[in-house]
């Protein structure tokens, strides 16, 4: 009976208007103040698991592959200001197996580094954290963004800055729910300058990075990355990355583990700081890199803890010294593609050209094996037309040859084509504004003659009576003899 009453009082309590509003707290989606940095303590360790994929369809190389991807970060200290983390990350080719941490021989690699975390999510480290471009990370920092002093709310953009490369610019987009917890939803754009207008000399990329933050713990969910690539000249996607991970787990381990972890990577990094100088020039360190390896395996002997992966890579590392092979035990980003300049006796830099005239883009190799002449105009200018008659006498008499190649730096293609039929120009015309920087074209008009063999034998800026004179002076040299 006082069972029956109970539950009978349970189910109508609801029902009754209480005599006065009893206050609540709007949930966090709705009231989007959240502080979004995580909430670490000493000998926490969050564990990330995912892929990573990559695949390339353009009209040089075609090809995919793929990995997968572990990271760990371990809370070595909580100093005042931030964070300190030791992070490993192990990139496994997708069809090995991880067969445990002493011989991972299918590990692509292992890399072990100590960072610092502040108060506002932001990075710093005595290595490169830039997300690499091209080809998977070796370490793998992006759970963690910088946020803006401010607590964070929907809809609020932000601008994150990378070393030698545009901003990466931030915007909360909303929430989702992901593994059982409320996240907000980040969404980071970086792109290069001509990724919406491809350049004729050197291709454009795209960075999109997605982050799901718990707003109760701070801690990232979720992480997807994709980075795109389109060739020089072409908007359509030529290689495609993507990087998907989430939180496996997020462990406060006791005292005795989280010391045997905290152990365990601090002797990893003694013994590569001592291996370090020996591994270049491994045959004047024969006996102390024997005393080393000894060392090591005697380490190798006590229980492990998931960091002893690393260890075991440097004490291959040493074994290799101590059998005389160098072994390069640094990792350094692949940097970006410097983008070659025009220099006199030196080889022209390649480009694709968008097209004007002609249906298809022009590709300096295709016109290799004749001498070739870039003509780059601006059809507004008063000395076009002269410079065009110019060079389509070129094309007339010396056609089988030469290639005569149009470079309009206008991107009011009717123009070109309008002015092109008047003067009954016959040479090909191509967009030669993406080609500014490659070619020095500061001003025009401008013209550059190239050998057969793709060699650079002539610079001509602006126009003037002498300068045709000039031009077919060394255009005779490369003719084929006999002409």
Not at 34 to 51: F, I
Not at 112 to 124: H, K, P
Not at 307 to 321: K, L, P
Request: glycine share 6%.
């Amino acid at each position: 009976m006082v069972a029956t009453f109970w539950l009978l009082g349970w189910v109508l309590a609801p029902m009754q208007t209480p005599t006065r509003p009893v206050p609540t707290s709007p949930p966090a989606a709705i009231r989007s103040d959240w502080v979004l940095t995580p909430r670490l303590t000493r000998g926490q360790e969050l564990v990330y698991r995912g892929t990573y994929t990559e695949a390339a369809n353009g009209s040089r190389v075609e090809f995919e592959r793929g990995y997968r991807v572990e990271s760990r970060y371990f809370v070595l200290d909580t100093p005042p200001r931030g964070t300190e983390l030791a992070v490993m990350t192990v990139l496994h080719t997708r069809s090995g197996r991880t067969t445990g941490a002493k011989q991972d021989a299918n590990a692509t690699t292992i890399r072990l580094e100590r960072v610092l975390l502040d108060l506002q999510g932001r990075l710093s480290a005595d290595v490169s954290l830039s997300v690499p471009l091209d080809g998977p990370p070796t370490l793998e920092v992006g759970p963690f963004v910088e946020l803006p002093r401010r607590k964070a709310a929907l809809n609020q953009t932000w601008d994150t800055l990378d070393p030698d490369r545009p901003a990466i610019a931030w915007r909360i987009v909303g929430t989702e729910s992901v593994a059982g917890q409320l996240c907000a939803k980040l969404v980071g754009e970086q792109k290069s300058d001509d990724w919406e207008k491809p350049r004729a000399d050197r291709s454009g990329w795209r960075r999109q990075e997605t982050l799901w933050i718990a707003v109760r713990t701070g801690l990232t969910q979720r992480v997807e990355r994709v980075i795109e690539h389109h060739e020089p000249a072409r908007k359509q996607v030529s290689r495609r990355t993507v990087m998907r991970y989430e939180l496996e787990s997020s462990l406060q381990y006791p005292a005795p583990m989280a010391r045997d972890r905290r152990q365990e990577i601090q002797q990893a990094f003694a013994f590569r700081e001592a291996a370090a100088p020996l591994l270049s020039e491994p045959t004047k360190h024969t006996r102390t890199l024997k005393e080393l390896q000894r060392r090591i395996s005697q380490h190798l002997d006590t229980p492990p803890t998931p960091y002893r992966e690393y260890v075991y890579q440097i004490h291959r590392q040493v074994e290799a010294g101590c059998r005389g092979e160098v072994v390069t035990a640094s990792y350094q980003e692949a940097p970006e593609r410097a983008v070659s300049v025009a220099k006199l006796g030196e080889a022209a830099p390649e480009f694709v050209a968008g097209p004007i005239s002609t249906p298809e883009a022009g590709r300096l190799s295709k016109w290799k094996g004749k001498p070739i002449l870039l003509v780059f105009y601006h059809p507004a200018s008063l000395t076009a037309p002269e410079l065009l008659r110019f060079a389509q006498h070129l094309h007339h008499h010396y056609g089988r040859m030469v290639h005569v190649v149009g470079l309009s730096v206008s991107e009011n293609h009717s123009e070109v084509l309008k002015q092109r039929e008047a003067l009954a120009i016959q040479f090909p015309v191509y967009s030669g504004g993406g080609m500014r920087i490659s070619y020095g074209v500061e001003s025009t008009p401008k013209v550059v003659l190239i050998d057969s063999h793709g060699v650079i034998r002539g610079m001509y800026l602006g126009w003037g009576r002498e300068t045709s004179n000039e031009v077919m002076q060394e255009l005779r040299r490369w003719l084929p003899t006999g002409n």
